[in-house]
């Protein structure tokens, strides 16, 4: 089945404890993405990348950090989380350009205390 | 960067026609997309418009007009499960952004 997964699904931690949320895909697309939902604000991109190495800012990367060594992983990493950073994201991806059809994960709902 | 302005509430009954506006201001211009979203699951991809006109997809369409940098999705003989929130979506020329509207909730009442 094809599907983009993301771990964990809840998290709730500490103001300045590093964390990595993991993202795959099985469908051998090209185009990964970040994206944060927040109430009134709708999707808005953290991070995407267009291949393996190649990643680059979305409209709100401060805080964030992202690694796409291999073409199906693609981590969102929070290196000092803030309570800012409470939120739900989600990763999607797209066969090789963002105007595709993207195909999203379910959400890991972070709380940042 | 891109600025994408949609309706926040929309109320409907049964059986009735809906359409959700989206006018969008960008540097460069790509494409309008649209997807549905149940509570906070993940999104689903529902049509994408890169020419003027009409994209029919069952009871489902979606309108562009380049020139007025507006779209529409038309969400017709609406149906309980059609109770979501529909997001627009624009990916500018100059880059691969993809920045998403705050999003529309639309409400099925019987």
């Known amino acids: 089945e094809a599907q983009v997964t993301q771990n964990p699904r809840y998290l709730i931690t500490v103001t300045g404890k590093k964390l990595t949320v993991t993202c795959s895909q099985n469908?051998?697309?090209?185009?990964m993405s970040w994206y944060r939902q927040d109430p009134g604000l709708g999707l808005r991109q953290i991070y995407y990348?267009?291949?393996?190495?190649?990643?680059d800012k979305g409209d709100v990367p401060e805080g964030y950090k992202v690694s796409r060594k291999e073409k199906r992983n693609f981590p969102l990493i929070l290196e000092s989380p803030s309570p800012n950073q409470t939120s739900l994201y989600f990763c999607?991806?797209?066969?090789?350009?963002?105007?595709?059809?993207?195909?999203f994960g379910d959400g890991t709902r972070l709380s940042i205390l | 960067g891109q600025s994408l302005e949609q309706p926040s509430e929309v109320t409907a009954v049964e059986g009735a026609i809906v359409q959700i506006n989206c006018t969008y201001q960008?540097?460069?211009?790509?494409?309008l997309s649209w997807y549905q979203q149940h509570d906070g699951g993940a999104p689903t991809f529902l049509s994408y418009?890169?020419?003027?006109g009409l994209e029919e997809t069952g009871r489902f369409s979606s309108f562009l007009s380049r020139s007025d940098s507006y779209g529409y999705l038309l969400l017709q003989e609406l149906q309980m499960k059609d109770s979501a929130s529909y997001f627009c979506?624009?990916?500018?020329?100059?880059?691969?952004?993809?920045?998403f509207g705050a999003g529309t909730t639309v409400t099925v009442r019987a």
């Open positions: 979506a624009v990916r500018d020329e100059g880059d691969y952004k993809l920045s």
């Open positions: 999607a991806s797209s066969p090789d350009r963002g105007d595709q059809p993207q195909h």
């Open positions: 960008t540097s460069g211009f790509y494409g």
């Open positions: 990348s267009m291949n393996v190495e190649v990643t």
């Open positions: 469908m051998n697309h090209e185009y």
């Open positions: 418009n890169a020419l003027d």
